[in-house]
Structure formats: C-alpha cells, structure tokens
C-alpha cells in the first residue's frame, strides 16, 4: 500500500472543477492537497466544502513540500511556461490537452520531464473509457487484423453561449474550431492505433453560428505506416461521440451515451469476420478519475504510464499540421 500522491490543481474553471469532484472518489491513490485560481472569490466556497487551500499564486503551489505534481487545468497558452516551472520545481505534470499547440512545444515539454525523471501525465480520458480500452487491447492482440481506417467525431454545443472573448474561442488558442477541445482526443486515439501521421487535409468552416474560429471541423489523415483516419468535430450541433475502427478482421463502433463530463455509458458495436455484427451496452464509468489514478501509480512507479512521449509529440505534431491545412486549405505535411 502506498500513500497518496500530493497534487495541485492549477485553474478550478469548468474542468479543474471536474477533476477535483472525481478525486473525491480516489483517496487512496490521489489527493488534492491545494488549489490554484487566480479568480479565487468565484471557488472559495466550493474548496471550503471541498477542505482544499486555494490561492491566486502558481508559486505557493510550487514551494509547497506536500505537492508532488501539478494538474494544470489552465488556458492552453499556459500550459509550456507551467510545465516548465513545475519541472524546475521537482513536480510530476499532468497537462490537460492540448499539451502544446506546436511540435516544438510539445518535444520541449517532454524532454523537460524525462530529463528530470518526471512523469508527464495527459488528459486524453478516451483512453481510460472501458470500450476504448478494451478496442486498443483487441487491437494490439491482432484481433482486428490490419487497421485500414478511422472514422470519429466529437461534437458538442456547450461553447455557444461563451462571451465571444472566451479564451477557448481565440485564434492563438483555439484556431481550427472544435479541433482543440474536441478532436484532439480522436486525434490521440488515432496516433495510438496507427502510429505517426504523414499528411493531413483539414477544413475548418463557420456554418450556423457566430464562433470566431468556426463551427464545424474535419481532417482526413494519412498514416506514414498506411491507413488513414477521419476525425470531425461541431461546436454547434447536439452531442455526439463516436469512434469505428475497421480492420481487417473486423470493425469496432463506440458511441458515448453522454459528454465525459457526466459519463452515462456507450453502445458498442461491432463485428469479427464471418461473424454476425452484435451491439452491447457497457455500463458508466469515470475515465477522467481512472487517468489521474494511473498517473499517480506512475509517479509511485507501480504501473507505467500508457500514454507515451512519442505518442504526445506525434498528436501535436499532427495538431499542428491540422492547424496549418485549416489555414491554407491544402494537403499539409506532418513534421
Ligand atoms: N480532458 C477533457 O475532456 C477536457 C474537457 C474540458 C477542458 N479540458 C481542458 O482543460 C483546460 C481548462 O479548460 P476549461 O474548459 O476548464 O477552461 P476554463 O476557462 O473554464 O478554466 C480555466 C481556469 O484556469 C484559470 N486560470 C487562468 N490563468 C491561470 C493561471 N495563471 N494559473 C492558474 N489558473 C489560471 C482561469 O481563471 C479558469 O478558472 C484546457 O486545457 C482544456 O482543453 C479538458
């Protein structure tokens, strides 16, 4: 038995507050030990219900001897310069996504951790979801036989009634609609199933609302190793989240009942070759506290962590092209 890790949660907006609700139901691995907002009047009744110190200051975080990694649940702009004052202050990272919005960023991000013997912890829940996981292990098992394609989208409308202002909505942020908040994970299961990308086609279009850097997004990717992958996304139609992957041997769909922030189950389906095509329904479950579980057992290093520094680089790497085709509207290579 081991003790808890320490953490700081940096940022308690939208999903620092969900991350802090879920730890509740971890204690034995996971512990908030104290917060970071800068908006701290908007949170003080809520971490004193929750018994968590909250304080406007990154630093306090930092010198804090009882934290022993950072969640940084903060603006994407900020989350290079974070990891970088969490390394240099001794703290295992756990980034929500995107990492980086460029490749560069992201090769930085993972170096700092590695060289320091830190363990760099994702916010890519997907991963953690029972059928996803349970479609990446019959794939890796050969089950599927040869991936040949992927289809995804991740859609919501819950950014509409944002101030138009809102950093999530802001080219520097957010440049390729929903790809940073939404596609970005079936990018990352997309690398993970068919390893780095070549080139990518990327069309990112403003259709039925005012959001400054579109609505409605789709990339078409190549795969250096073969097979190809489409991921879409909508900030301005009704939720959807899906994921089929075809192989050779079969084909798995899976279809989330709900948003991951109140998981409310999947529909799976699926068929194996000469077999008849079967649709299951696989209960709830709450992947965003099972990935915080797994980065802390890798920073007690009881299990290795799953999302690896090649795969982190080679999502932004394809992030970054994603965003370069949405600019120019052709065919862009991947770094
Ligand atoms: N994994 C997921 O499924 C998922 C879902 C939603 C959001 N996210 C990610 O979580 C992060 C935050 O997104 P959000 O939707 O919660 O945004 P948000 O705007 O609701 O919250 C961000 C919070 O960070 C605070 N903040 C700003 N500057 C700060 C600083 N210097 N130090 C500490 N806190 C600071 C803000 O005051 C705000 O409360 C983003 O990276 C986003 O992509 C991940």
Not at 2 to 30: E, H, M, Q, Y
Not at 159 to 178: S, V, Y
Not at 195 to 212: M, N, Q, T, Y
Request: with cysteine; hydrophobic share 45%.
């Amino acid at each position: 038995m081991t003790s808890p890790v320490g953490i700081a949660l940096i940022g308690l907006g939208w999903w620092g507050k969900k991350i802090l609700n879920v730890l509740a139901t971890a204690p034995a691995d996971i512990r908030v030990v104290r917060a970071v907002e800068p908006n701290i009047e908007a949170v003080r009744g809520l971490c004193e219900d929750k018994a968590v110190v909250v304080s406007a200051d990154y630093a306090d975080a930092l010198t804090d001897p009882a934290v022993e990694a950072v969640v940084l649940a903060t603006p994407h702009s900020l989350h290079g310069s974070q990891i970088e004052a969490a390394v240099a202050a001794g703290k295992h990272v756990f980034c929500e996504k995107p990492l980086a919005l460029t490749r560069a960023g992201a090769v930085k991000a993972v170096r700092l951790c590695r060289d320091a013997g830190l363990v760099l912890g994702m916010g890519h829940e997907r991963r953690w979801e029972p059928p996803i996981a349970d479609m990446l292990a019959r794939a890796d098992a050969g089950e599927l036989g040869r991936i040949h394609q992927i289809e995804a989208n991740f859609s919501h409308d819950k950014f509409l009634t944002l101030d138009r202002d809102n950093w999530r909505l802001k080219a520097d942020q957010a440049p390729a609609g929903g790809m940073t908040a939404t596609g970005i994970h079936l990018l990352d299961l997309s690398v993970r199933l068919l390893g780095p990308a070549e080139s990518v086609l990327c069309i990112c279009e403003k259709l039925s609302s005012d959001l400054p850097q579109g609505d409605t997004v789709a990339a078409y990717v190549k795969f250096r190793g073969g097979g190809t992958s489409y991921v879409s996304a909508s900030l301005a139609n009704p939720f959807m989240s899906r994921f089929t992957v075809y192989g050779s041997k079969g084909w798995i769909d899976i279809r989330d009942k709900a948003h991951v922030e109140a998981p409310d189950g999947w529909i799976v389906t699926s068929v194996a070759a000469g077999g008849p095509i079967t649709t299951a329904e696989v209960p709830p479950a709450e992947p965003v506290k099972d990935n915080l579980v797994s980065f802390a057992r890798a920073v007690r290093g009881v299990e290795s962590y799953p999302i690896t520094a090649a795969h982190l680089v080679d999502n932004i790497a394809l992030l970054e092209a994603v965003f370069a085709s949405a600019l120019s509207g052709k065919i862009e290579a991947v770094a």
